[in-house]
């Protein structure tokens, strides 16, 4: 209840944080063969910002986005998402966290495979008990967001990845989440798609105010984020305001 | 804009999470096909050995007992002729056949209370005798050799005779007959001795009634006096003392008569001129010619009435010949099916061999394992699937529950494909086996019982198989779903 009223409090300053992460470390194995992912994370997402997550692979850049997304356990350290530690949620408080209040997008879609396009889109809304007609009725309009209303009965083997991209994003956005999690989310496409997806991300941004964190390789999202942060060897190595960034686009999508 | 409150993720309803299952499984149609397969010939092995056990057993037992009845002349002749042991009147009382206590206490003239004490010696009568039943070959043959027990008691009735045995018995480092010396000395010199003065009154009652008959009946053969199926005879047997009910009677009568009938036939095939002419006619051998191969041809109008006209000195009708051809075709499929087993009454579905009981048990294994491995199959083929679910918000408990409805509707499928598999094959078998006798011995309550028993430990197998699998699948961790394939 304190750490509401805190966060109320940092609503009325410049900007009001959603994510923060204090001193994130993990690890795998143990004693010699010890292998850290993070050494040390302290980090601040603010709300209704676009932020890109930016490293090489290896860089711990995933495993601080399933930090992040309540989809794995810190070995140390706390995150906090609207000041609410993580850590100390049960099993249906995190499933419940995960169902309305973060949407995930993957690299790989991972669309259920023996579900329609709308079909997938409803799943977590039946899994947060929306009645069916009603999650039938908002999943049509989340696929005609995207672009996809007409293709609504086509099941993702009869799509191509950027349409079924579309659907995981319709799919991610179904229940109203205050944030967005994308894992690099244009991974698997071709420039163009990829170019529309991110177009259809920043849309979602503006005009929904969704919080969206999006780790990528694609320095096209450049263009579109508020804010990027530089993970490398565990450690945040720097973060900028796009504002302080000088982009120049190439012909192929090439930059500096 | 609004702060993130939490609270508890909603559970799915059964419904809802049966539809889903169902969709899995239609999505994973080979897999979930493989595992009812295995199931039901698990299944189909217990539900076939049962069936098979109950279907052979019912059909010999049945078979048994209609030849019991139909060949009670034999023992009734050998009553008639010589009196009852010491063991038959033993198990007379043991198993209390009503009919023939009757019938001693008459010969043996003995009250109620005799009767009464009689029935509890031959408890230690019988308990004396089971002790050197359950000792050892050797031993036996150390203590009584090839004796009758009751014989070793009349010796050890003279003095000493007991200490010296109990000597030799503990020698072997057992223990005496009836638990202790002073147990077995009062058998000896008290209750042996009253048994065999009752017995032996009943023997000389029972002697006398057999005398009785032999004058009455100026030694006519027994058989012929039952073939005659007089009433005179039959009152005769009764006021010497006999239990035998008008039904019996009536029964012996026939089984005497066609015995008498099949001897006329047998002496039919002494006649040297037309044996020959039976056996060309039989197309067999005269060697093989004898009263069974006659009666096994003998199945039609044409055969019988050919043998009426040409045998000599047959004074059976066509119509009694087939009628006797009839019956014997009868009880030799009867003893074609009992062999010379001793069937007794069936305790339950159970009454399996431990050997069948084993290789069911590792059936099941078996089966555990293969589903146990499809499941799992099925497990892995789908991580990114139940990842990608925990991802939005599935429960731990919503995919176990999805994993053991695919399991349980599974079994479903496959407990009542081997039910009604084993169940053909247990007919087949039996059918082959026995022909139709089978059906006539079917007891449906107990085909009934195996169905449901069979059916329900599929189901429990399968859901135990499905258990392992469907834990490590609610388990695992939601960000398996990031991993690209």
């Given amino acids: ?256 | 804009m609004k702060p993130i409150s939490v609270k508890d993720q909603v559970q799915l309803g059964p419904g809802r999470v049966f539809q889903l299952s169902l969709a899995g499984m239609y999505y994973r149609i080979t897999g979930s096909l493989i595992t009812v397969l295995i199931l039901s010939l698990a299944v189909a092995f217990l539900s076939y050995v049962l069936f098979y056990g109950v279907l052979s057993y019912d059909t010999e037992y049945t078979a048994y007992s209609e030849l019991k009845k139909q060949r009670q002349l034999g023992s009734w002749l050998v009553r008639l002729s010589t009196t009852d042991s010491h063991s038959d009147i033993l198990r007379a009382v043991q198993t209390n056949n009503t009919g023939r206590l009757a019938e001693y206490q008459q010969w043996g003239e003995l009250s109620d209370t005799q009767m009464e004490r009689l029935r509890e010696i031959s408890k230690d009568v019988s308990g004396y005798r089971a002790y050197f039943d359950k000792i050892s070959k050797t031993s036996r043959a150390v203590l009584i050799a090839d004796t009758d027990p009751l014989v070793l008691a009349e010796k050890l009735s003279e003095p000493n005779r007991i200490d010296e045995f109990v000597e030799r018995v503990e020698n072997l480092d057992l223990e005496p007959p009836l638990g202790s010396k002073a147990e077995l000395r009062t058998f000896v010199n008290e209750q042996y001795p009253f048994f065999t003065s009752i017995t032996d009154e009943i023997q000389s009652g029972q002697r006398a009634a057999i005398n009785h008959i032999r004058e009455a009946t100026t030694a006519k053969p027994l058989h012929e006096l039952f073939a005659s199926g007089e009433t005179s005879f039959l009152s005769m047997l009764k006021n010497s003392g006999y239990t035998i009910e008008n039904e019996t009677y009536n029964k012996l009568s026939r089984e005497a008569q066609a015995q008498i009938d099949m001897e006329s036939i047998a002496a039919a095939l002494d006649d040297q001129r037309f044996a020959p002419r039976l056996a060309r006619e039989m197309n067999i051998k005269k060697g093989a010619l004898n009263v069974s191969a006659v009666l096994r041809w003998a199945n039609s109008r044409g055969k019988v009435d050919w043998f009426v006209e040409h045998a000599n000195g047959v004074s059976l009708s066509t119509d009694r010949i087939l009628e006797l051809a009839k019956s014997f075709r009868r009880s030799s499929q009867l003893q074609k099916v009992v062999g010379d087993k001793i069937p007794v009454k069936r305790a339950g579905i159970f009454s399996l061999e431990q050997r069948t009981l084993w290789l069911i048990l590792v059936s099941f294994l078996v089966c555990l394992v293969g589903i146990t491995n499809t499941m799992l199959m099925s497990v892995t083929a789908r991580f990114s699937e139940i990842a990608t679910m925990k991802c939005l918000g599935a429960m731990d408990s919503f995919v176990m529950q999805l994993f053991v409805y695919e399991a349980m509707s599974q079994g479903l499928v496959g407990s009542a494909l081997g039910v009604v598999l084993g169940l053909l094959l247990a007919f087949l078998r039996s059918t082959v086996g026995y022909g139709g006798l089978v059906f006539e011995a079917i007891h449906v309550g107990d085909i009934m019982l195996i169905s449901v028993i069979s059916f329900l430990t599929g189901i429990i197998i399968a859901a135990l198989a499905a258990m392992w699998p469907s834990w490590t699948a609610s388990r695992l961790a939601p960000m398996e779903a990031m991993r690209v394939e």
């Fill in chain 1, 1 to 256: 209840m304190n750490q509401r009223k805190t966060a109320e409090k940092n609503k009325s300053g410049e900007k009001a944080i959603i994510i923060r992460t204090i001193d994130l470390v993990k690890s795998y194995g143990a004693g010699d063969a010890i292998t850290y992912a993070l050494r040390g994370v302290d980090s601040k997402i603010y709300r209704g910002e676009f932020i890109a997550i930016l490293g090489p692979s290896g860089s711990g850049k995933s495993t601080f986005f399933n930090m992040v997304g309540a989809l794995d356990s810190p070995s140390k350290g706390r995150v906090l998402i609207d000041e609410v530690d993580i850590a100390q949620l049960n099993a249906g408080e995190l499933a419940f966290l995960r169902c309305r209040k973060i949407g995930y997008i993957f690299q790989s879609f991972n669309l259920i495979r023996y579900m329609t396009a709308l079909e997938n889109v409803t799943v977590p809304m039946a899994f947060a008990g929306v009645p069916p007609e009603e999650a039938h009725s908002r999943g049509m309009e989340l696929l005609e967001l995207v672009g996809l209303a007409d293709r609504w009965s086509h099941r993702p083997i009869e799509m191509s990845g950027g349409q079924q991209q579309r659907v995981a994003i319709a799919r991610s956005l179904c229940n109203n989440p205050k944030i967005l999690l994308s894992d690099e989310p244009t991974g698997n496409l071709d420039l163009k798609t990829g170019g529309e997806i991110l177009e259809v991300m920043r849309k979602i941004n503006k005009e929904k105010g969704v919080t969206i964190i999006c780790a990528t390789h694609d320095l096209r999202l450049l263009d579109v984020c508020d804010r990027m942060m530089w993970i490398r060897d565990g450690r945040i190595q720097k973060v900028e305001d796009r504002a302080n960034i000088k982009v120049r686009v190439g012909q192929i999508g090439g930059a500096k």
